[in-house]
C-alpha cells in the first residue's frame, strides 16, 4: 500500500495527487498540518529530515521531494501514458521538471504563500514583487515553448504535472496568466485529461 503525506493547500502535494489519480493507484493519505509545526514531530522527521511535504511511502520504500516521486511514480507503475524511458522523451521530462522546481515553483509558490497566508502588514512588498516578476519571466519561457507545443515533452507527461500545479494557482500569488495565453490554453488541455483532479 502506497501511503503519501500530504496538506489539501500544498501544491506540491497536489502534483503527486494528480499523478497517483491519473494512473489509478490507490493510495492512503496522511494529512500534516504544516501550520501546527507536524513536519517537525519525531515521527515525519524520521521519514524526511529535511522536514517537508510531500512524502511518499511505498511498502516500507521512503521517498521525498515531489518532482523525485513523480519520476518514481512514472517508473514505479510503467508502462504508463504520462511518463518514458526513451532516451530524448525522458530528458525533456526531466529538463521541464528541474525548469520548475528550480525556476517556476519558487517564484510562484512563494508569491502565492506570502499573498494568501502572510498577513499584508508583515509582507515585504519589495520581495513580493520581485518574486511576482520572477514568475512572470518563469511563464514567458512556458509561453514561448507552448506556443509551437501542446505539452512540455511532447505528450501528456509528469512534466506538465510538475509545471502545472503552481502556475494553476499563480493568480493566488498575484500573477496574472493573461499575457501569457498559450500557457492558459495548456492549463485548460491539463484540465480535460483523464483521472484530472483539481488542487481543491
Partial sequence: MIRLYDHPLSGNCYKVRLAL?????EYEKVTVDIFKGEQN?????ALNPNRKIPVL??????IWESNAILLYLGKRFSPNRIYSDEPKTFGRICQWLLFGKTTLDPALARARFM???VPEEARDPKELEALRESGRVALGVLNEHL????FLAGSYSIADIGCFAYVSTAEEGGVSLSDFPAVKRWCERVCSQPGYIPIY
Fill in 41 to 45: 514531530s519525531p515521527e515525519f522527521v
Fill in 115 to 117: 499573498t494568501r497566508f
Fill in 21 to 25: 489519480n491519473q494512473l489509478g493507484v
Fill in 147 to 150: 506556443k509551437e507545443n501542446e
Fill in 57 to 62: 511511502v511505498d511498502n516500507g520504500f521512503v
